[in-house]
Each structure stands twice: as structure tokens, then as C-alpha cells.
């Protein structure tokens, strides 16, 4: 589905390496998302994320700047004291929109916390946010590569789910939603205005 614009309603891709990507291809009269990048790049695209993360929140709202080192061998990335050689500086901020603790007597579930956060990146590193909130103290519910308290068979509960920025023709904003799917993301209210979507 496309609006009115020429931009598509909903992508297929909506993100990749934690960070979105509407066009593959520089030529843009063949690609009407072909801005996008550029975008991007001036920081000038508005990218939110939800996740659902596990154990007790120490603060409501944090700015999170930390150092990581990709490592090509495992796919990983790790926290790493500044200047460490191949090091990236990443950035990002988060604010808890709802918290629950999970009540379901005799299941690994019963008693934890669970929380609904909304997350910006400032940077795009590999697997940015979920090295970053992990080492937080708030690993991603099915994040089975940095979650040490993973034990389900749940998946991953990250979601690209807002996108905005300015059309580059009009001028007019758009924004696009996308409704988080995972047995993870059920429940919420915060999110229940995104069952239309």
C-alpha cells in the first residue's frame, strides 16, 4: 500500500542491524525513498524503537553512552573502555513507558519485572541497543546472545516501530507505525493504540 506521497505505507524491511533502511539503490528516479539515506545522515530521520526488557529499572529516563567493539568471528559486540583500539562511540536514550511484573505460578516467569521502553539512537552501531541496555542492567526479553537470564524460547523483543521525516518533495511530515509482534509485546496498554495499524 502507498500513500498519497509515493512513499510505501509499510516496509518489508523495516530494519536491519538496528537501524532502518528504506532504500538500496542510489538511483533516484528509480527509488522514491532514495532521500531517505541522506536523511539519515543529517540526523534529520526521527527512528523509535519498543522493547521489552527484563529486570528492575534504575532510572525512568537515561541518556546511555558507552564504547563497543564489534567482533567479527562471534557476530558480537561488547562494551569497551574508551580508546580502546576499534572502538565506536554509542549513544542512545531511553524512557520507560510501563512496567509489570509477571505473575505465573510455577514458570521460570513468575516474579520477574518486566518493562515496555522506548528507545532513540543517537548512533547506529552494531547491535547497538541491545549490548547497550544489557550492559544497563536491562537486557532484551529473547535476546538470547546478551541476555544471561534468557532461558525461553521467545523471540527477540525489538521492533522499528516508528519512523518520521519530512517528505522531500512536499515538505510535509510523514510518520509511519508498525505494530510490534512477540508474545513479549502483548499486554501493554501503552502500545494498544497500534492495534489498527
Request: aromatic share 6%; hydrophobic share 35%.
Amino acid at each position: 500500500m502507498n500513500d498519497s506521497m509515493g512513499i510505501p505505507r509499510y516496509f518489508p524491511e523495516i530494519c536491519k542491524k538496528d537501524i532502518p533502511i528504506m532504500a538500496k539503490h542510489a538511483d533516484k528516479e528509480a527509488n522514491p525513498l532514495y532521500p531517505v539515506p541522506v536523511l539519515m545522515d543529517r540526523k534529520e530521520l526521527e527512528k523509535i524503537y519498543l522493547a521489552v526488557t527484563e529486570g528492575e529499572i534504575k532510572a525512568e529516563k537515561a541518556i546511555l553512552e558507552d564504547w563497543l567493539k564489534k567482533d567479527n568471528r562471534t557476530n558480537s559486540s561488547a562494551v569497551v573502555a574508551a580508546g580502546t583500539v576499534g572502538a565506536k562511540k554509542a549513544v542512545l536514550s531511553y524512557e520507560v513507558l510501563e512496567t509489570k511484573r509477571i505473575e505465573e505460578e510455577g514458570t521460570e516467569q513468575d516474579g520477574k519485572v518486566r518493562s515496555l521502553v522506548q528507545i532513540c539512537l543517537d548512533t547506529g552501531r552494531h547491535h547497538q541497543i541491545r549490548v547497550q541496555m544489557s550492559h544497563a542492567g536491562m537486557p532484551l526479553v529473547g535476546d538470547r546472545k546478551y541476555n544471561p537470564r534468557q532461558s525461553g524460547q521467545e523471540p527477540l523483543a525489538l521492533c522499528s516501530a516508528r519512523l518520521g521525516f519530512q517528505h522531500p518533495v512536499t515538505k510535509k511530515k510523514l510518520e509511519f507505525w508498525v505494530k510490534p509482534a512477540g508474545s513479549a509485546f502483548e499486554g501493554w496498554n501503552e502500545i494498544r493504540f497500534l492495534d489498527d495499524v
